[in-house]
Each structure stands twice: as C-alpha cells, then as structure tokens.
C-alpha cells in the first residue's frame, strides 16, 4: 500500500525553464508534506515543506503547491539550473512517522 | 558540528553474519530513525526513535533491531544478514519541533549480503 505516490520516475527539462516535479498521497491524515532533494553518494537533504493547512509555500527559485482535496502536491523550480539535476523525493508526515515516495530524477538539459 | 555520521560506509556480509551500522548525532535530536534505499522503491523507514529508550518501527523493521540508550547514538543491527537486505541504509535526526520538517540525513551506509 503505497501512500505516497511519484508517478514520474525520471524527468528531463532545459536549463533555464520550468521544473514540475508531482506527488500525489491517499493517507488525509498526513499534516506536513515535505520535499527532499539527494545526490549520487549523498544523504538526501530537505528542500522545501508545506503544512496542510496552506495551499503554497514560496522558497527562493522553490515553490511548492498544495492541494487536498484532490491529495496532490507538485513542487516548481523555477528558472532550472543545472545543479538541480538530482533526484528528488516527496515525502508526507504524521503519527510520528514520515513517509517517502520512489523518488523522481531530474536531468537538466543545457 | 559534525551532524549525522554513519559508520561504516560501505560493508560486505555473507548470509547469516550479524553486524551494526552506527549512527550518531551531535545536534542534541530526539528524534532519530532509519532508511533503507533501493532501486525504484525510494526510502523506506525501518525504526525510529522518539528520545532516549523509545522505538517504534517502521514501514519494514523485520530482520532490523535497534535501542537508543543515548540522544546522540541509534544503532541498526542486523542479526542474520540475508540477501534481501542489500541496500543503502541512512540515519536521519532531526528535533521533535521539527520532525514534520527537516530531517537531517547521514551520508549512507552501501551494505551488500552475498
């Protein structure tokens, strides 16, 4: 039972455009949504979070929106750089625990 | 600061053989836990730990104990390696304030069981 979803294993986008990365949960009882960004050979590190009681969260060139109704977080990266090539990872929390999608690799394209 | 710190790095086991990943926290966390990363199936929480002598497990704890008798160290055990617990492993801290943001992450333990 997979209660955090990334549907896109891999995403390739040109430098400088619009970077989309989707996620989607089933659990309504997750309050936090969290994004964590990981490198070949590194710990993933954290990016941007959102509680559930907001729709947007504004970071820098990161913004992450959500929507609960339809249980469905995307995060924007906006202009992409070549250093956001990465993979990245959606993640939910509550009850004590936090849990993480399969992750989405982002290629950015010169 | 030091932060999150796993030892060892890297380790090969043959089936059957124990051993301890170590993990240790200088950032004075109470919450601490463990992943595992596989290909296609992302991170995966095996145990975490609240603070000092509280664990709960996670998605997957089966073949994995642990024990927090200090804030700062969360050993993983494995007590019978198999072949099936080939993975990366990452110990992550963060303050109980905090936990449903920012976790912080070791760099990885790459553990293979032949």
């Known amino acids: 039972d997979q209660q955090v979803k990334q549907n896109s294993p891999s995403l390739s986008v040109q430098e400088g455009r619009i970077s989309i990365l989707n996620c989607d949960y089933t659990?309504?009882?997750?309050?936090?949504f969290l994004w964590y960004k990981k490198y070949p050979a590194e710990g993933p590190t954290f990016l941007i979070s959102?509680?559930?009681?907001?729709d947007k969260n504004e970071d820098g060139r990161f913004t992450v929106f959500l929507n609960k109704s339809a249980k469905h977080l995307s995060l924007h990266i906006v202009p992409s750089q070549p250093g956001d090539s990465a993979v990245y990872f959606c993640?939910?929390?509550?009850?004590?625990?936090?849990?993480f999608g399969k992750g989405t690799r982002l290629h950015i394209l010169p | 600061n030091a932060g999150v710190t796993q030892t060892p790095k890297f380790q090969v086991l043959k089936t059957g053989q124990s051993m301890t990943l170590q993990c240790a926290q200088d950032?004075?966390?109470?919450?601490m836990s463990w992943y595992r990363q596989d290909p296609g199936m992302g991170l995966r929480l095996i145990h975490y730990?609240?603070?000092?002598?509280?664990?709960d497990q996670g998605e997957v704890p089966n073949g994995y104990n642990v024990s927090r008798s200090t804030t700062e160290d969360f050993p993983l055990r494995l007590l019978s390696a198999a072949p099936s617990q080939t993975s990366v492993y990452f110990c992550?801290?963060?303050?109980?304030?905090?936990?449903?943001?920012?976790?912080?992450f070791g760099p990885g333990t790459r553990l293979t069981v032949l």
């Open positions: 959102i509680s559930s009681i907001k």
């Open positions: 950032m004075n966390h109470e919450y």
């Open positions: 992550a801290s963060s303050s109980l304030l905090a936990v449903y943001n920012e976790q912080f």
């Open positions: 993640a939910a929390s509550g009850d004590d625990k936090i849990i």
């Open positions: 730990s609240v603070g000092a002598g509280i664990t």
């Open positions: 659990n309504s009882m997750f309050d936090y």
